[in-house]
C-alpha cells in the first residue's frame, strides 16, 4: 500500500521585520513604515502583505489577484530586487528584514500601485498579433495554418510573458529614456516576427530598426535575470538586431547586383 504524501510542515515560525516604503500622491513623497511579523516557512511577501491589510486600519494600497504567479499583479520591488511578491517565499530571502516599494520603472500612483499606461502603448505598438498579406483569411481560412514543432520553438520561449513589468523595472535604458520601447514590448515583437505564421517580417523589422526600438538596447541583461517566466527578453532584442542587420546587408548586395 502507497504511503500518504506528507503535508509540508508549516509549523517553523520566525520574527521578520517589514518595511513598506509607499508612495503617497497627496504629498508626492514615501512613507515608511515598520512592523514585526511571525512568518511560516511557506509565507510569501504578497501574504505578509495582505496579512498587514487585514490587521491594520491604514492599509497599503497595492495590486494583485492570482496569487500564483500568473497574472503579474504583484510586481514590486523586494529587497531591492524587481520581483512577484506572491512568488517570492520570505524565509529564502535569508534576510531578517523585507523591505518592499513600488517599482520605479513606472509612473507610481499611490501606495505599491505603478501606472502600465505607456507599458501597453509600448507594447500595443509593436502590433501583438499575427498579420496576414490577405485579412480576409482571419475570417475565412478553411482549416489551421501548420508548423512543425522547430517552427513553433523558434517563438514558443517568448509567448509565455505575463506583462508584469518588471523586466521594463529593470531595464537601465527605460528608467532614463521613456521613449524606449522596453523590454517586454521589444521580446514580444520578436515572437511575432519569429512566428512562421506571420507575413510582416519586414515591416516589423522596418518599425523596429530606430534609437528607441532594438538600437537603444544597451544589453546590460537585467531585464532577463527578473523575469519570472525565463522569457529572456535581452535574447530577443539580439536576435531582433542581427535580423535587421542581415537585411540590410541583403539590401546592400541587392543594390550592388542591380549596378
Not at 173 to 199: C, E, T
Amino acid at each position: 500500500m502507497a504511503k500518504k504524501a506528507k503535508a509540508a510542515k508549516t509549523d517553523y515560525t520566525q520574527k521578520v521585520k517589514f518595511v513598506v516604503n509607499s508612495f503617497d500622491p497627496n504629498t508626492e513623497s514615501f512613507s515608511r513604515s515598520a512592523r514585526d511579523l511571525n512568518v511560516t516557512n511557506l509565507t510569501t511577501v504578497l501574504d505578509a502583505l495582505i496579512g498587514i491589510n487585514e490587521s491594520e486600519d491604514k492599509k497599503i494600497s497595492m495590486r494583485y489577484s492570482c496569487r500564483m504567479g500568473i497574472c503579474g499583479s504583484c510586481a514590486m520591488v523586494i529587497n531591492g530586487r524587481p520581483a512577484l511578491a506572491c512568488e517570492t517565499n520570505v524565509l529564502r530571502e535569508q534576510s531578517n528584514t523585507i523591505t518592499v516599494e513600488p517599482m520605479h520603472g513606472h509612473p507610481i500612483l499611490r501606495g505599491l500601485v505603478t501606472d502600465f499606461d505607456d507599458f501597453f502603448e509600448h507594447h500595443k505598438a509593436m502590433k501583438p498579433w499575427i498579420m496576414r498579406n490577405n485579412p480576409s483569411e482571419k475570417y475565412s481560412h478553411e482549416k489551421e495554418f501548420m508548423q512543425t514543432d522547430a517552427q513553433r520553438d523558434n517563438f514558443l520561449p517568448f509567448s509565455e510573458c505575463i506583462k508584469c513589468g518588471l523586466c521594463v523595472d529593470a531595464c537601465p535604458v527605460s528608467n532614463i529614456n521613456k521613449n524606449f520601447a522596453g523590454p517586454q514590448a521589444l521580446a514580444q515583437a520578436y515572437r511575432y516576427y519569429a512566428d512562421s505564421k506571420d507575413q510582416a517580417g519586414d515591416k516589423r523589422l522596418e518599425y523596429l530598426d530606430t534609437g528607441d526600438n532594438v538600437w537603444g538596447c544597451e544589453f546590460s541583461g537585467s531585464c532577463s535575470k527578473v523575469c519570472p517566466k525565463s522569457v529572456d527578453p535581452a535574447f530577443a532584442i539580439q536576435l531582433l538586431k542581427t535580423a535587421i542587420a542581415k537585411k540590410r546587408a541583403d539590401e546592400l548586395f541587392s543594390k550592388k547586383d542591380e549596378v
